[in-house]
């Protein structure tokens, strides 16, 4: 992605479209609202909250930022771990990551999107989400190749990370997660596994284990 996209992409204002279910929500700013995944008491705090995170912060600083560091620092500076023993820690967290970039392409948007394959084979190699997530995991892992320090604090944060998954998990037979999945994300209220008129699709798509590696 060359530097004057980036710039039309993420700082050119939007039209009107973009915001307008932001519009749409903000006429019942005083509603209150029930339990919800965004932990908000009003609509007004839930869709300024969204609107902040999403349209100024993720894609007007973060991916700006994270571009300008791929670009002209770990294009040039980056490594990925060796298969040393000393790395095992490293290696384990950018395979994890791997593989949840591709079965969150796969086991979650895949199936509640309009869209056919290639659209979500092109978008796990170089969609916004996974550049996002795999820049972080690069700035991550050049930090604490590189720094004594960093190294072991990532290594008891991982440690830390399995022995609360272990304590958490390990004496349930099955470990069940739901989805917070809909194509309108604007519906603060939302609470659902997937709709239901994909069903179809998932069941195909989960036969055929394309999201397996």
């Known amino acids: 992605m060359k530097f004057t996209k980036v710039i039309k992409k993420f700082f050119v204002k939007k039209n009107n479209k973009e915001y307008a279910p932001f519009k749409k929500l903000l006429a019942e700013e005083d509603k209150s609202i029930e339990w919800n995944i965004y932990e908000a008491k009003t609509v007004h705090e839930c869709v300024n909250t969204m609107k902040f995170v999403f349209c100024t912060f993720k894609r007007k600083l973060v991916v700006p930022g994270l571009w300008l560091i791929d670009k002209l620092i770990l294009k040039k500076w980056y490594k990925e771990p060796s298969k040393e023993s000393y790395n095992t820690n490293l290696n384990i967290f950018s395979k994890a990551i791997e593989d949840s970039l591709h ?10 999107n309009n869209k056919n394959k290639d659209h ?3 978008f796990e190699e170089s969609g916004d989400g996974p550049y996002i997530t795999r820049v972080i995991k690069k700035i991550i892992l050049f930090v604490v190749k590189n720094d004594t320090a960093y190294r072991e604090l990532m290594n008891i944060i991982m440690h830390n990370i399995a022995r ?8 349930k037979k099955e470990v069940k997660h739901l989805f917070y999945s809909n194509k309108n994300v604007y519906d603060v209220n939302y609470l659902h596994m997937s709709n239901l008129i994909h069903e179809d699709k998932k069941k195909e798509f989960v036969k055929e284990e394309k999201w397996k590696k």
């Open 164 to 171: 609360g998954m272990i304590k958490e998990y390990s004496d």
């Open 103 to 112: 079965e969150w392409t796969w086991a979650f948007l895949y199936p509640i």
């Open 120 to 122: 979500f084979r092109k």
